[in-house]
């Protein structure tokens, strides 16, 4: 079950054909931040965090974050098997907030 937190509400009243972008723009978010990026720069979604510039303690310091905005816990093991946006938002869609998620699949 998923802790309510303020992103979560503001997902939950968004049609649910918007909230996949609506995750993906926190998910992002939360990672141009950790990089320092400018608003402009683009984030690429398919490259490895490695590759991005980060650490291993950054990936968990930026996973226990996410967890705190998302009220759902993100597994460890997936992060690092799996290490890009991309993968790490179809993970949260599929196992992290299936129920916020559950009309999109059947649709």
């Known amino acids: ?9 503001q997902l939950r009243i968004l049609p649910w054909a918007q909230r996949r972008e609506a995750l993906e723009d926190v998910v992002v978010a939360q990672f141009r931040a950790t990089l320092l990026m400018d608003e402009d720069e683009e984030l690429p979604l398919d490259e490895s965090y490695f590759e991005l510039g980060f650490t291993s303690l950054r990936i968990s310091e930026l996973k226990q974050r996410l967890e705190n905005l998302l009220g759902c816990r993100i597994s460890t093991t997936q992060l690092f098997n799996f290490p890009t946006v991309e993968r790490l938002l179809a993970h949260v869609v599929d196992d992290g907030l299936p129920e916020l998620f559950a009309e999109e699949s059947d649709a």
Not at 1 to 9: A, G, K, L, W, Y
């Open 1 to 9: 079950m998923t802790q309510s937190t303020p992103t979560i509400e």
